[in-house]
C-alpha cells in the first residue's frame, strides 16, 4: 500500500463583481512552468505561509479568531485562513482587501502605485506581507471575504492541498492585474461563458474550479452569491474520488452513486474502482463478501439486482437474492463460488429478487430461507422457503452469523439482513440507491415502511448493501433522508387534495407529483395510492367510490 500524501493547508479567493450581463468571475492562468495546475485557469490562491497568523496583522470588522475557528470547524488558527486568501490574492492579481485604520480608502493613482512598488519587493523575498501592510499602516479587511466551500485533494495526488475557499466582491478603485510569474494572464468571465470555453478545450479549468464556476451560475449578481454563504449550512468537505469507467479515468464528489464505494476499496485513490455498475462482474466489497449484478438491468431495477455472497471456500457460502431466473447469472454464482452456495436467502419475493433461488437450489442442493407474502399479486410464485425468518431472528450459517429484520412497506414479507462482521446492512429494496422505492398496495404499506426505516436507527452498522446500486455510508443520513423525502411528499398530497376538496388517484397524481416525469405517474400511482391510504387510516382524509376528499372544512 502506497503513503498517502497528508494534505496541506491551503485557500483560495473567488473574485466576483457585477458586470452589464450579470456576475463576472476572475479568473487567472497558471504559468506552464510551475509543477501545479500547470496552464489552467484558477482562482486567486495558494498554501499557507508560516507568517500567515492573526497576531502579525491588525484587523477591521468583527471577525475575531474564536468565531473564524467555528465557521471552519478547526480548533484555532482559522483567521490564518482568511489571511493567507488575501494575500495570495494580492501577490497573483494585485487585489487587495486592507484599510487605513481610519478606513479611509486610496485613491486610484495611489493604490496602482502602492501596489507596483510592494508586489515587486514582495517577489523578490525582501519582505514578508505583513511587513508591507504594517509599514503602510494598513488593516485588512477579512469581514469583507466570506467562507464558500471546501476542497481536498484526492488521496492518490502527489500533491494534495486541504483548501477553504472565500468569495469578496472586487473592491472598488482597484484593477486586477496578473504577476506575470505564477499568473501570465487573467479574464473577468461570466460563469457560463467560462464553462463552455472550458467544454469547448479553449479553457483549461481544474476540477474544483469547474465545480465552483457552475455553483456561480445560479447567482445573477454578487449580493445573491454573498447571500447564499451566510445563509448556508456548514460547509461539507469536497474530496474528490478518482474512479475508471467508460471514458476512462473521473473524479467523483459526495453524492455521486459510487463515491462512498471507491472511498471504502480504494484507500490509495489509485483509480481501480469502477463508476459503473456492470452485471456478470464481481466486486470484493469486504474480506467475505462479494457482490455479483444480475443481467436485468431496466428503469424498475437500475443497472440490475445485486447478489451478494457471503463466505468462503473452506466454510462454504450464503447467497443473498439470486435475482431472477436467469441460468447464466446462476452459473456465474456458482462459478464464483466453486459450487458450495450450502444456504439462500431472500430479502422478498418480487420476481427480480427470488426466483432464482429455486434453481440454485435444485443444482446445489441450498437451503432457502425468507418469508411468504401476505398478498401474492406481483410475487414469485415458485418461492417455496425450507424455513421462514421473523423479526429478531440471529441466525449462524456456518462461522456466518446474520441478524434478521423484518421491514414491511415496500413488501409484506421484507427482510434485510445485517452481518455485524462487516457492518453492514443488506437491504434489498428497503432502501435502494438512485431512486424512492415504490409502495404498490395492498402488499406495500405506507405506514409500514415509514416503521420500518425508523427502525434502522435501533442498529449499528456502518454501510447499506443495496439491492440495486453501490455501496451507501452515514447510513442515519440515508435514512433521515429517506423519511423527509417521504414526509414532504404526504404533504404535498394532502395540501392538493386540501386545495381541490376532492380527487381520483388520475387527478391528484398531475399535480402532486407534477416535479416528476409524466413517463413514470403510472409508477408514481401506485405510491400515491399507499400515501392516501395512510392518510386515511390516520383520519386526516376519507374515501368514496375511489373519490379522496380532505377532512379539512
Known amino acids: 500500500m502506497s503513503e498517502i ?7 483560495t479567493l473567488i473574485l466576483v463583481r457585477d458586470g452589464q450581463a450579470g456576475l463576472e468571475v476572475l479568473l487567472g492562468e497558471k504559468t506552464s512552468k510551475v509543477n501545479f495546475a500547470a496552464g489552467a485557469f484558477v482562482f486567486p490562491g495558494g498554501a499557507l505561509d508560516e507568517s500567515d497568523l492573526g497576531e502579525n496583522f491588525t484587523m477591521l470588522g468583527k471577525l475575531i479568531g474564536d468565531e473564524a475557528n467555528r465557521i471552519l470547524g478547526v480548533p484555532d488558527g482559522g483567521l490564518n485562513y482568511w489571511i493567507a486568501a488575501i494575500r495570495e490574492c494580492f501577490e497573483e492579481v494585485g ?56 476542497w481536498v485533494t484526492h488521496a492518490g495526488s502527489p500533491r494534495r492541498y486541504d483548501t477553504r475557499f472565500f468569495i469578496a466582491r472586487m473592491p472598488q478603485g482597484q484593477v486586477a492585474q496578473h504577476d506575470g510569474g505564477e499568473l501570465v494572464d487573467h479574464r473577468w468571465l461570466k460563469p457560463a461563458e467560462a464553462l463552455r470555453l472550458n467544454s469547448q478545450g479553449k479553457l483549461n479549468l481544474m476540477f474544483p474550479t469547474q465545480k465552483t464556476i457552475e455553483k456561480l451560475t445560479e447567482f445573477r449578481e454578487v449580493e445573491e452569491a454573498l447571500n447564499y454563504t451566510r445563509n448556508a449550512v456548514p460547509v461539507t468537505p469536497m474530496t474528490p474520488r478518482l474512479t475508471v469507467g467508460a471514458g476512462g479515468k473521473k473524479l467523483l464528489l459526495p453524492g455521486d452513486f459510487a463515491y462512498a464505494e471507491a472511498g471504502k476499496l480504494d484507500p490509495d485513490q489509485l483509480g481501480t474502482v469502477s463508476r459503473d455498475i456492470q452485471p456478470g462482474v464481481v466486486v470484493k466489497l469486504d474480506e467475505r463478501v462479494r457482490r455479483l449484478t444480475a443481467p436485468n438491468a431496466s428503469i424498475m431495477t437500475g443497472p440490475g439486482t445485486n447478489t451478494y455472497i457471503l463466505g468462503d471456500d473452506a466454510n462454504g457460502y450464503l447467497v443473498i437474492d439470486p435475482g431472477p431466473e436467469s441460468r447464466k447469472h446462476i452459473d456465474s454464482i456458482r462459478d464464483l463460488t466453486s459450487d458450495r452456495v450450502k444456504w439462500v436467502l431472500c430479502t422478498h419475493t418480487h420476481i427480480d429478487h427470488s426466483p432464482g433461488a429455486a434453481l440454485i437450489s435444485k443444482l446445489t442442493g441450498a437451503c432457502v430461507f425468507g418469508r411468504l407474502a401476505e398478498h401474492m399479486e406481483r410475487q414469485d410464485s415458485s418461492f417455496v422457503p425450507d424455513e421462514q425468518l421473523s423479526d429478531g431472528n440471529e441466525v449462524s450459517f456456518g462461522d456466518l452469523k446474520i441478524d434478521v429484520l423484518h421491514t414491511p412497506g415496500h413488501a409484506s414479507n421484507h427482510l434485510c439482513f445485517l452481518f455485524s462482521e462487516a457492518r453492514m446492512l443488506f437491504t434489498g429494496d428497503h432502501i435502494m440507491q438512485g431512486s424512492t422505492v415504490v409502495i404498490n398496495p395492498p402488499d406495500g404499506d405506507m405506514s409500514a415502511y415509514f416503521g420500518s426505516l425508523n427502525k434502522l436507527y435501533d442498529y449499528q452498522f456502518d454501510w447499506i448493501a443495496p439491492g440495486h446500486g453501490f455501496l451507501m455510508d452515514n447510513p442515519q443520513e440515508v435514512v433521515n433522508r429517506l423519511l423527509v423525502h417521504r414526509q414532504k411528499r404526504e404533504t404535498k398530497i394532502l395540501n392538493v387534495l386540501i386545495a381541490l376538496r376532492k380527487g381520483t388517484v388520475d387527478e391528484l397524481v398531475v399535480r402532486a407529483y407534477d416535479d416528476v416525469s409524466q413517463t413514470l405517474h403510472q409508477l408514481a400511482k401506485r405510491s400515491l395510492l399507499a400515501h392516501l391510504m395512510k392518510l386515511l387510516q390516520e383520519e386526516r382524509i376519507t374515501v368514496s367510490n375511489d373519490v379522496w376528499f380532505s377532512a379539512v372544512k
Open 5 to 11: 500524501v497528508t494534505p496541506r493547508p491551503a485557500s
Open 95 to 150: 487585489v487587495l482587501f486592507a484599510a487605513t485604520n481610519s478606513d479611509e480608502m486610496f485613491s486610484e493613482k495611489e493604490y496602482l502605485a502602492f501596489q507596483s512598488s510592494k508586489r515587486k519587493t514582495l517577489d523578490r523575498g525582501e519582505v514578508n506581507f505583513h511587513e508591507v501592510l504594517r509599514d503602510a499602516e494598513l488593516a485588512l479587511e477579512v469581514d469583507q471575504l466570506h467562507y464558500f466551500s471546501r
